[in-house]
């Protein structure tokens, strides 16, 4: 790991001014994604600002209609908060499923959404469900801020603060597990909404998470995976690797997409 | 260099620091506490497990600096030199749950931390999952899961958390 300075800002205003004041330095909250990163030596950010101790940030609670979740709340606060298993367990279940216990007492829903990683599973929760993304400087909905491979709307100096979710009425997430690195290899997040239905698949597209717009309108129709069937994905645009090819992972959005209709009925 | 004071098993410590330090390299090199082990350095494989505010975290992917003004709990924390162990660490000696020994710090802090978060009655199937950053490669994990589920067991009747 290359040198840094470390800055420790009370408040969000204090980190914004920091990194204002100091070109190419990052945010670092868990740590969980950035210093393996720094380790590897692929980042070599000259100041680190850490939003860990500011107080207030990590806040799970309802607001109006919405799951309100504070930018540096932990996996493993969101998937044992009572609040969240309430609201939108489907959530939970997620964050609940995140690396192993240990990554999960360090790593945050802010630092996964800033990342983008195309193998992360929240982005296909935000995304599914059509959070709305709060930074120090305006509001974003899920569809502009994530922007293809480890690229967000967020500008230099802007931070995430919390993630607003409106609740569902059904949602559920399944994964894929890659059997060797335990990330998703496809991972699914369906969401019946009020007025729609989002289907959010992460692990598989070689630009990050992405919509399925086919089996939406299938699913508004009837929400069961019966409705999906003779409906498929092209594997156009899918991560081929030594993982699995285009096609397979085309085919295992189709098999989770209709596994996670099933368990978000079945919760009834 | 930055200034950082922390309680390490109990004892306060102040030290001055190269931010890029990892805690476990602090644990280890400034403290020369090196029960907590360095394995696969990517967050993997759980060697260096350590209780951070009571909590298990991976110390090789956490900075020393962060670590400042919260609390560490490493394997030489659980009991006292000449002591009694801790039940943990028993119930891994009692069950042959080790065999080269590399991986058993973080996997007994692992372990702890499964029976603060699960309880006393914690079954096999959830001791398995709960085991999916603690790797190990020699005994198979059978003994590891056998001593776990004793170990949680005989820490209901202990004093040791």
Do not use: W
């Amino acid at each position: 790991m290359y040198e840094f300075k470390y800055h420790r800002p009370g408040t969000v205003r204090q980190a914004a001014n920091l990194l204002v004041k100091n070109e190419d330095a990052k945010v670092i909250a868990g740590g969980h994604t950035l210093i393996p990163v720094m380790k590897q030596r692929l980042a070599s950010p000259p100041h680190l600002v850490d939003l860990s101790h500011i107080e207030g940030l990590n806040t799970i609670e309802m607001k109006g209609r919405s799951l309100v979740i504070g930018a540096t709340a932990k996996h493993a606060e969101v998937a044992t908060s009572a609040i969240v298993g309430e609201t939108i367990p489907a959530l939970a279940n997620l964050a609940g499923g995140i690396g192993d216990p240990a990554v999960r007492h360090k790593g945050t829903i802010g630092g996964s959404l800033a990342n983008n990683d195309p193998t992360a599973d929240y982005p296909a929760a935000v995304l599914a469900l059509g959070a709305t993304i709060v930074t120090n400087k305006r509001r974003l909905k899920a569809e502009e801020f994530f922007q293809g491979l480890f690229t967000t709307a967020l500008e230099a100096d802007e931070i995430i603060t919390k993630v607003m979710f409106p609740l569902p009425k059904k949602a559920a997430y399944i994964k894929f597990r890659n059997q060797a690195s335990r990330y998703a290899l496809v991972g699914v997040f369906v969401a019946r909404r009020p007025s729609d239905v989002r289907v959010a698949v992460t692990g598989a597209g070689s630009e990050g998470v992405f919509r399925v717009t086919a089996f939406e309108e299938a699913l508004k129709k009837r929400f069961a995976s019966k409705a999906l069937e003779g409906i498929s994905v092209p594997a156009e645009g899918l991560n081929s690797d030594i993982h699995g090819s285009a096609e397979y992972r085309a085919h295992l959005i189709g098999v989770l997409t209709r596994r996670a209709v099933d368990a978000a009925n079945a919760k009834e | 260099m930055a200034k950082i004071s922390l309680i390490v098993n109990g004892n306060p410590v102040t030290a001055n620091v190269d931010p890029r330090t990892l805690l476990v390299q602090f644990l280890r090199e400034n403290l020369r506490l090196t029960g907590t082990h360095v394995g696969c350095d990517t967050s993997q494989c759980g060697a260096c497990v350590v209780h951070l505010d009571g909590k298990a975290v991976k110390s090789c992917t956490t900075l020393a600096v962060m670590a400042d003004g919260h609390e560490v709990k490493t394997i030489e924390g659980l009991a006292a030199d000449g002591a009694p162990l801790h039940p943990m660490q028993e119930a891994f000696r009692e069950h042959h749950g080790l065999q080269c020994g590399f991986c058993t710090p973080g996997m007994i802090m692992t372990a702890i931390d499964i029976v603060h978060r699960k309880g006393h009655e914690v079954d096999d199937h959830t001791i398995r999952e709960e085991l999916e950053g603690n790797l190990c490669r020699c005994t198979g994990y059978q003994n590891i899961v056998a001593s776990i589920s004793a170990g949680a067991k005989a820490m209901a009747k202990s004093d040791l958390a």
